[in-house]
Structures are given as structure tokens and as C-alpha cells.
């Protein structure tokens, strides 16, 4: 059965400092621990080596759609992203896609 | 010794036809037989099932900076990007981080 993989990447406003990106990153990666349906999760913030890049990306893999709307709907990644990201967002791009 | 993730999401024109993005997939899919610095490449158009998603998800794995910019640089890599994405593309999000 085909797995569900999510694919954001993330823009933050100028003036966002390290500190924030940081707890923006310790605040996802706790994500995993209290939602099983993330098969694997990986968290990264740019290196800053190409001009024009966006800010932080997201690869998160699931066994199923379902398991990505447990995800999208679970109140402590809700908490992250009303609370931490869009506070400090200018730019979202999102692909959802199969894996086999 | 820490990896290099290239995450990239590409968003093409309105007209962009299922054929011409079976066509890019295709395309890039062949890229890991010709480039040996590729240690991962998923590929995956998307599903359509979020509003605003861009079209196309592209996550590369590298063991180092320099095997991404094997990849960035290569020929066949090019002539895909120049030949077959950027006539359809309205829009590119990217980032580049590290991986452990």
C-alpha cells in the first residue's frame, strides 16, 4: 500500500533570530514522540549557501492520508504552528505526494 | 560526518499538462543512474488534496556539499531543468540543510 509523504518548506519574516528558527526546530522535533503516525520526520533549517533559499524544511512520511490528517490535526502541532511559525511566516510551500 | 538534504518544491504554470509533469518525473527519475552522488531522490507530483500545494516535491541526499554541487551542475540535470521545467514554472521553493 502507498505511503503518504509531506513536503513544506517554510519562509520566516527578516529579523527572525536563530534563537526562534532553533525553538521552531526543538518544537517540531518533539513532534514525533507524541504522534505515531509519523513514520519518519525530518526537520532542517537552510544553510543559507544559496541565494533566494526559504527558511526551514519539513519531510514528513506517513503509511496513509489518514495519518497525515492525524498529523496536520494534532493539537501540539497545531500549538507549534499558530504559536511559533506563523507569528514569524512570510512564505509556505506544501506537495503532498505518493510513495511506494 | 554530517549529509546534505536538498529539499525543493516546484510549482508549474496553469496548462501544465499531467504529461508534460509525467514527462519532468520521468525525467528526473533517471538522473540517479547518471549521477552517483545521489544517495537518496524522491520524486512525487502532487496529490491535489490541499489547497495552494505547489506541484512537484523534489528530496535529494547527498554525503556532502560537493556531491550537491555534482548534482546542480551536472548535464543531464541541467538540460531537464532548462529544457523541460522552467518553460512550465511559475513559481521554486528550496532549501538546503544538514542531515545526520
Chains 1, 2 share one sequence.
Not at 15 to 33: H, K, M, N, R, Y
Not at 57 to 79: C, K, L
Amino acid at each position: 500500500m502507498p505511503g503518504v509523504r509531506h513536503v513544506v518548506t517554510l519562509t520566516f519574516r527578516d529579523g527572525t533570530t536563530t534563537e526562534q528558527v532553533d525553538d521552531i526546530v526543538f518544537a517540531l522535533g518533539a513532534l514525533p514522540s507524541v504522534i505515531p503516525e509519523l513514520r519518519s520526520y525530518v526537520v532542517g533549517p537552510d544553510l543559507g549557501r544559496s541565494d533566494g533559499s526559504a527558511s526551514l524544511a519539513i519531510v514528513a512520511d506517513f503509511d496513509s492520508w489518514e495519518g497525515y490528517e492525524a498529523y496536520r490535526d494534532h493539537p501540539d502541532h497545531v500549538a507549534v504552528a499558530t504559536e511559533m511559525i506563523v507569528p514569524v511566516l512570510s512564505g509556505r510551500s506544501v506537495v503532498q505526494h505518493e510513495t511506494t
